[in-house]
């Protein structure tokens, strides 16, 4: 049994929570948003989450350049949501066209619609693999405890539109 094997038992039956992060470049205004798995608190005094964003897609590109991203938890009946973030690539469709959002901290676009959001100003950026970690310091969240998150479990047979 190879590395990636084992790997794979230890990775199956895990379950994590689904986000759409979003950002805007701060000289073009170019908004970009994508479907991320690799999300998590990392510190607590000080408060910091991070994000790992695929090198592979249009909003990594944009948020190479920014200054804050925007971090929204989905639930678990926007699966639609998912798809839209998840299965198209910022360099072909504008998603906010398709979503309703409204502009928030710098610019960054906010989606209305997701029960749970938070803002931060990027610390720290981080290349590991194929994904950059980017550090955040909150600026803002808001939160509602329902409903349940969207899994990995509900969007795994979605296909990455950067790798179309």
Same mark, same amino acid.
């Given at each position: !049994?190879?590395?990636?094997?084992?790997?794979? /038992?230890?990775?199956?039956?895990? $379950?994590?929570? !689904?986000?759409?992060?979003?950002?805007?470049?701060?000289?073009?205004?170019? %908004?970009?948003g994508c479907l991320v798995g690799f999300a998590s608190q990392c510190s607590i005094e000080p408060d910091r989450f991070v994000v790992w964003l695929s090198q592979n897609n249009h909003t990594y590109r944009v948020a190479r350049?920014?200054?804050?991203?925007?971090?929204?938890?989905?639930?678990?009946?926007?699966? $639609?949501?998912?798809?839209?973030?998840?299965?198209?690539?910022?360099?072909?469709?504008? =998603?906010?066209?398709?979503? &309703?959002?409204?502009?928030?901290?710098?610019?960054?676009? &906010?989606?209305?619609?997701?029960?749970? %959001?938070?803002?931060? =100003? &990027?610390? $720290? %950026?981080?290349?590991?693999?194929?994904?950059? @970690?980017?550090? /955040?310091?909150? /600026?803002?969240?808001? @939160?509602?405890?329902?409903?349940?998150?969207? !899994?990995?479990?509900?969007? =795994? $047979?979605? %296909?990455?539109?950067?790798?179309?």
């Open positions: !049994m190879g590395e990636r094997d084992s790997l794979d /038992l230890f990775l199956t039956g895990l $379950d994590n929570p !689904m986000f759409i992060v979003t950002t805007v470049h701060p000289q073009s205004g170019e %908004r970009a350049h920014a200054d804050v991203l925007a971090v929204h938890s989905l639930a678990e009946n926007q699966r $639609d949501l998912a798809e839209l973030f998840g299965t198209q690539t910022g360099d072909e469709v504008d =998603k906010f066209e398709r979503c &309703i959002w409204q502009p928030g901290t710098d610019g960054v676009p &906010i989606i209305d619609d997701c029960p749970r %959001r938070l803002v931060g =100003k &990027i610390l $720290d %950026r981080a290349a590991w693999g194929n994904h950059t @970690g980017f550090l /955040l310091e909150p /600026l803002w969240a808001t @939160g509602e405890p329902d409903p349940p998150p969207l !899994m990995f479990s509900e969007v =795994k $047979d979605l %296909r990455a539109g950067h790798e179309a």
